[in-house]
């Protein structure tokens, strides 16, 4: 099965599972696991900031970031497709009793012109604005990506407002391999990251939160209330590691696969795609005569699985498990794709 729902549907490599079973490990809630504490050092080093904090999930690390970032009432000023206003069950309203107020971005991106009006007057009357949610990639926006010049113009704005600014930084991993921007620039930027290891890496399990000490101490309380206090976690902080330390390299083959495939898809009438907004890996297409279901049903008759992104779109995601074998049986499907 050549399964593209998700960079997340990956399993864990040989030597991922060896680097499990040899970690050392410790009561993670007593802060006593050495594994997750040398990793949580070492990425708050790697993104510039002070310190870090592995969780179970990317939404409970854009959550705790959100929660320590704001108080209630506030606002969060994000793009329309951003994933902690499409996918994460209202929580921000629920575990931080504020609320998120969408914009209509680029490919889900936000900008300082779009971003300046929407900031509120500090009215009694009005939620106060308090943070700038990016998303790096996009998810919804076809894994599109900041550049250095867009990021600096809106952590200029926030400044000048007295904002913060979030990254929901998921596949931050896929933006830095398409942009070639270093990880510690993205840390002069942000007040807090949100990173993952599960999308594109490989790990089974884990984001991580990284911000100032202060914040972190703060979110490891609010972590614990959440239920996301772990014990003997370190097998799956070693997962994560070897994830960045043996996959990250990987990901610009994964860009590669999924231009090949977005060529493919031109290539076929019986789909539409806009080949320039295929900037990582993920591939956004839609149909033309058939539904989505039709096509879906017809695609994993053959073997392969995507997703629904819309009333008339797929999505396609790639990862380091698909290999050129697979590819090549992929594009020769997809051309072939007819529909009565």
Request: proline letters at 3%; charged letters at 25%; a negative charge.
């Amino acid at each position: 099965m050549i399964d593209l729902r998700s960079d997340t549907v990956t399993t864990p490599t040989e030597g991922m599972l060896q680097a499990m079973m040899s970690a050392k490990v410790g009561d993670d809630v007593f802060g006593e696991d050495p594994t997750v504490n040398r990793f949580e050092k070492k990425m708050a080093n790697l993104f510039g900031m002070e310190a870090g904090l592995f969780v179970p999930s990317g939404t409970m690390s854009n959550q705790l970031c959100l929660n320590v970032l704001t108080s209630t009432g506030d606002e969060v000023i994000i793009d329309e497709l951003g994933h902690v206003f499409n996918y994460e069950t209202g929580a921000a309203a629920h575990l931080s009793s504020v609320q998120l107020r969408p914009l209509n971005g680029k490919n889900g991106k936000l900008s300082r012109e779009l971003i300046e009006p929407a900031i509120r007057p500090k009215n009694d009357w009005d939620p106060h604005t308090r943070v700038i949610a990016l998303e790096n990639t996009t998810n919804k926006g076809g894994g599109d990506f900041y550049s250095i010049e867009e990021l600096i113009e809106i952590s200029n704005l926030a400044d000048e407002h007295g904002l913060f600014v979030h990254l929901d930084g998921a596949r931050i991993w896929n933006a830095m391999a398409a942009s070639g921007i270093e990880p510690e620039f993205f840390g002069s930027i942000a007040d807090t990251i949100s990173i993952c290891f599960s999308k594109g890496l490989g790990a089974p399990v884990g984001s991580m939160m990284l911000a100032s000490g202060e914040m972190i101490k703060k979110a490891r309380r609010m972590r614990k209330m959440l239920g996301g206090g772990m014990r003997q976690v370190g097998l799956l902080a070693a997962a994560a590691e070897y994830g960045v330390e043996h996959h990250w390299p990987l990901l610009e083959s994964d860009h590669q696969n999924a231009k090949r495939f977005s060529e493919a898809v031109s290539r076929n009438s019986e789909f539409t795609i806009d080949k320039t907004s295929v900037h990582t890996n993920i591939v956004l297409f839609d149909v033309v005569n058939a539904s989505v279901k039709q096509v879906l049903d017809t695609f994993e008759s053959k073997g392969i699985r995507m997703v629904q992104f819309g009333a008339k779109t797929i999505r396609a995601t790639f990862h380091f498990q698909i290999t050129d074998e697979n590819v090549e049986e992929l594009t020769s499907i997809t051309e072939s794709i007819t529909f009565d």
